[in-house]
C-alpha cells in the first residue's frame, strides 16, 4: 500500500535552515509528483510547492519562492523540503503528500506530518 | 491567488442529521475544487475530488456538488466519526489554495 513517511520534529532557531524528508513506497516513485502542504497552528492549511519525482522539476508558491528548494532522490525513494532564513511565523506542521497522475490535482495519500518549530 | 471562504466556519450537530457546509471561490474555478476531512492531530484526509467525485473508501453519505463559485459537501446522515475540520481547496490554478474549514462537533 501506498505510505508515505516523513522525518521527526524539529526545533530550529530564527534564521536557521530545515530540511524534512518524506520516504515513500508502496508504488513507483518516479511516476508522481510530491507537494508539500504546511499548518500553522490553528491556521489553515497552505500549499508550499511541488516536485515531479521523475524528472526533478519543481515549482513553488511565490509566497515562498527563494527561501524553500524541493528534491527528491530516485534511489532512496525520497523527497525533500528544504525552507529557509526560518522565521517564528514557519513554526507549523509540514506534510507531504502525493498527486495523482493524470491533469487534476489532488492530494490523495499524505505523510503524518512533522512538526518543526522556529524558536530561540 | 483564488481566495476560497467557507461556511459555517462550525457546527454543532446530532447523530443522523444531515448536514451541509458551503465554499465559495473568489473566481470561477469550474469543478477543480476538493474536499478534505482532518481530525485532531492527523493528516487531512481527501473525501471528494472535482466538486463532486467520491475518493474510493470514502463512505457514500459524504457528496460533494457545485460548479462555477460555489460548492457544497454534504453528509447525508452524520455518524459519531465524522468530527473534524473539512476544508476545500481549489486546483484551479497555483498556488493551490485551501479554505478555512468547517469544523464539525457532535452533539
Known amino acids: 500500500q501506498v505510505q508515505l513517511v516523513q522525518s521527526g520534529a524539529e526545533l530550529k532557531k530564527p534564521g536557521a535552515s530545515m530540511k524534512v524528508s518524506c520516504k515513500a513506497s508502496?508504488?513507483?516513485?518516479?511516476?508522481?509528483?510530491i507537494h508539500w502542504v504546511r499548518q500553522a497552528p490553528g491556521q489553515r492549511l497552505e500549499w508550499m510547492g511541488w516536485v515531479n519525482a521523475g524528472d526533478g522539476d519543481t515549482n513553488y508558491s511565490q509566497r515562498f519562492q527563494g527561501r524553500v528548494t524541493i528534491t527528491r532522490d530516485t534511489s532512496a525513494m525520497t523527497a525533500y523540503l528544504e525552507l529557509r532564513s526560518l522565521k517564528s511565523e514557519d513554526t507549523a506542521v509540514y506534510y507531504c503528500?502525493?498527486?495523482?497522475?493524470?491533469?487534476?490535482?489532488?492530494?490523495?495519500?499524505w505523510g503524518q506530518g512533522t512538526l518543526v518549530t522556529v524558536s530561540s | 491567488d483564488i481566495q476560497l471562504t467557507q461556511s459555517p466556519s462550525s457546527l454543532s450537530a446530532s447523530v443522523g442529521d444531515r448536514v451541509t457546509m458551503t465554499c465559495r471561490a473568489s473566481?470561477?474555478?469550474?469543478?477543480?475544487l476538493n474536499w478534505y476531512q482532518q481530525r485532531p492531530g492527523k493528516a487531512p484526509k481527501l473525501l471528494v475530488y472535482s466538486a463532486s467525485t467520491l475518493q474510493s473508501g470514502v463512505p457514500s453519505r459524504f457528496s460533494g456538488s457545485g460548479s462555477g463559485t460555489v460548492f457544497t459537501l454534504t453528509i447525508s446522515t452524520l455518524q459519531p466519526e465524522d468530527f473534524g475540520i473539512y476544508y476545500c481547496?481549489?486546483?484551479?490554478?497555483?498556488?493551490?489554495?485551501f479554505g478555512p474549514g468547517t469544523r464539525v462537533d457532535i452533539k
Open positions: 508502496g508504488y513507483i516513485f518516479t511516476d508522481y509528483s
Open positions: 503528500t502525493r498527486r495523482p497522475r493524470g491533469h487534476i490535482t489532488y492530494f490523495e495519500f
Open positions: 473566481q470561477n474555478i469550474i469543478s477543480y
Open positions: 481547496q481549489q486546483s484551479y490554478s497555483g498556488p493551490f489554495t
